[in-house]
């Protein structure tokens, strides 16, 4: 069963959607939940880093800077600045994700596509733990004419899905390690479980507005369509000079981000448009990672033995 839900984790998130979309009566009263099952996530996700490994590679840093100033502020701002003069409330949803932190289930995902998971691991802890402080400054810093963002609330919640599950995590390995050390195969099948539901929950949270605004959502789908192919484009090929592992684990780095983080974070913080933006890019999001595992095992069929 672990295995199959590894293999099989794209038809997960993407029937996740479907069903939160048409369950959202059922599901309505467990927004409740939402916090608690990223927060799940945010465990598992710590629980599986490897910290020696990447104190190891944190000796040699000059690639994860480089990788984290492309990816959390030179695309950002490029991308925000390109689009505010057409769309001012666009701009800032593709500033909302493009700046997000890696997703918890990125390193999984990443060692399916045959990707470079220790160099996920560190952009996912570094992207995360910084996220409290450098996402809501970003936003304001460069949103702040156009839209009062509360700052101060966002750090806060922030640091409450993020550094909490951290502290769960260090006290975990720390005084249970034979139980971490047993369970560890399973959690990555465990985060994508937690995951599905929690995209149904998002889903069903936002389905009301999505049927109130089909020509919007129609519209916001082709933009986060481009967008999660800009992104994992620009993950693959601005780091060229890499080997390939390294920029396929960049290019879902870039595109596959904490979307359960960002839509809490949308539903608190920003206008309702912003939120419908962010749930509709689950969907290419969610099907990005299964597209570049099909490449990625076809490209290494093609290669001489």
């Known amino acids: 069963m672990n295995g199959f839900i590894k293999s099989h984790f794209v038809y997960f998130l993407t029937l996740s959607l479907v069903a939160g979309f048409f369950l959202a009566p059922a599901l309505g009263g467990l927004n409740f939940l939402v916090i608690p099952l990223l927060s799940a996530i945010m465990v598992c996700s710590f629980l599986s880093v490897d910290y020696r490994l990447i104190l190891n590679r944190i000796k040699k840093p000059k690639d994860l800077i480089l990788a984290f100033v492309v990816m959390k ?41 045959r990707g470079d998971v220790e160099l996920v691991l560190m952009l996912l802890v570094v992207t995360t733990i910084l996220s409290p402080f450098t996402l809501p400054l ?6 702040g004419s156009v839209l009062s963002i509360n700052v101060r ?6 640091l409450q ?16 390690p034979g139980l971490i050390k047993k369970s560890s195969p399973y959690l990555s099948s465990l985060s994508v479980i937690i995951l599905t539901f929690m995209l149904m929950i998002l889903m069903a949270q936002g389905a009301g507005a999505i049927k109130a605004q089909p020509l919007l959502v129609a519209r916001y789908f082709i933009a986060t369509l481009l967008l999660t192919v800009i992104l994992a484009a620009a993950g693959y090929y601005i780091f060229a000079f890499l080997p390939r592992p390294a920029r396929i684990g960049l290019s879902l780095c870039m595109a596959y981000i904490n979307v359960g983080l960002i839509i809490v974070i949308a539903s608190r913080y920003f206008p309702v448009e912003v939120l419908i933006l962010t749930l509709v890019f689950e969907m290419p999001m969610n099907i990005l990672p299964g597209l570049i595992k099909k490449f990625t095992g076809r490209a290494l069929q093609k290669q001489p033995v």
């Open 73 to 113: 502020v030179i695309v950002p701002v490029v991308l925000y600045y390109s689009l505010r003069s057409f769309d001012s409330t666009l701009a800032v949803g593709i500033l909302l994700i493009s700046a997000a932190p890696v997703a918890a289930v990125a390193p999984t995902i990443t060692g399916l596509c």
């Open 138 to 143: 970003t936003m304001n810093l460069l949103t």
């Open 153 to 158: 609330g966002m750090i806060l919640s922030l």
């Open 161 to 176: 899905i993020i550094i909490v599950p951290l502290g769960l995590a260090w006290a975990a390995k720390r005084f249970l």
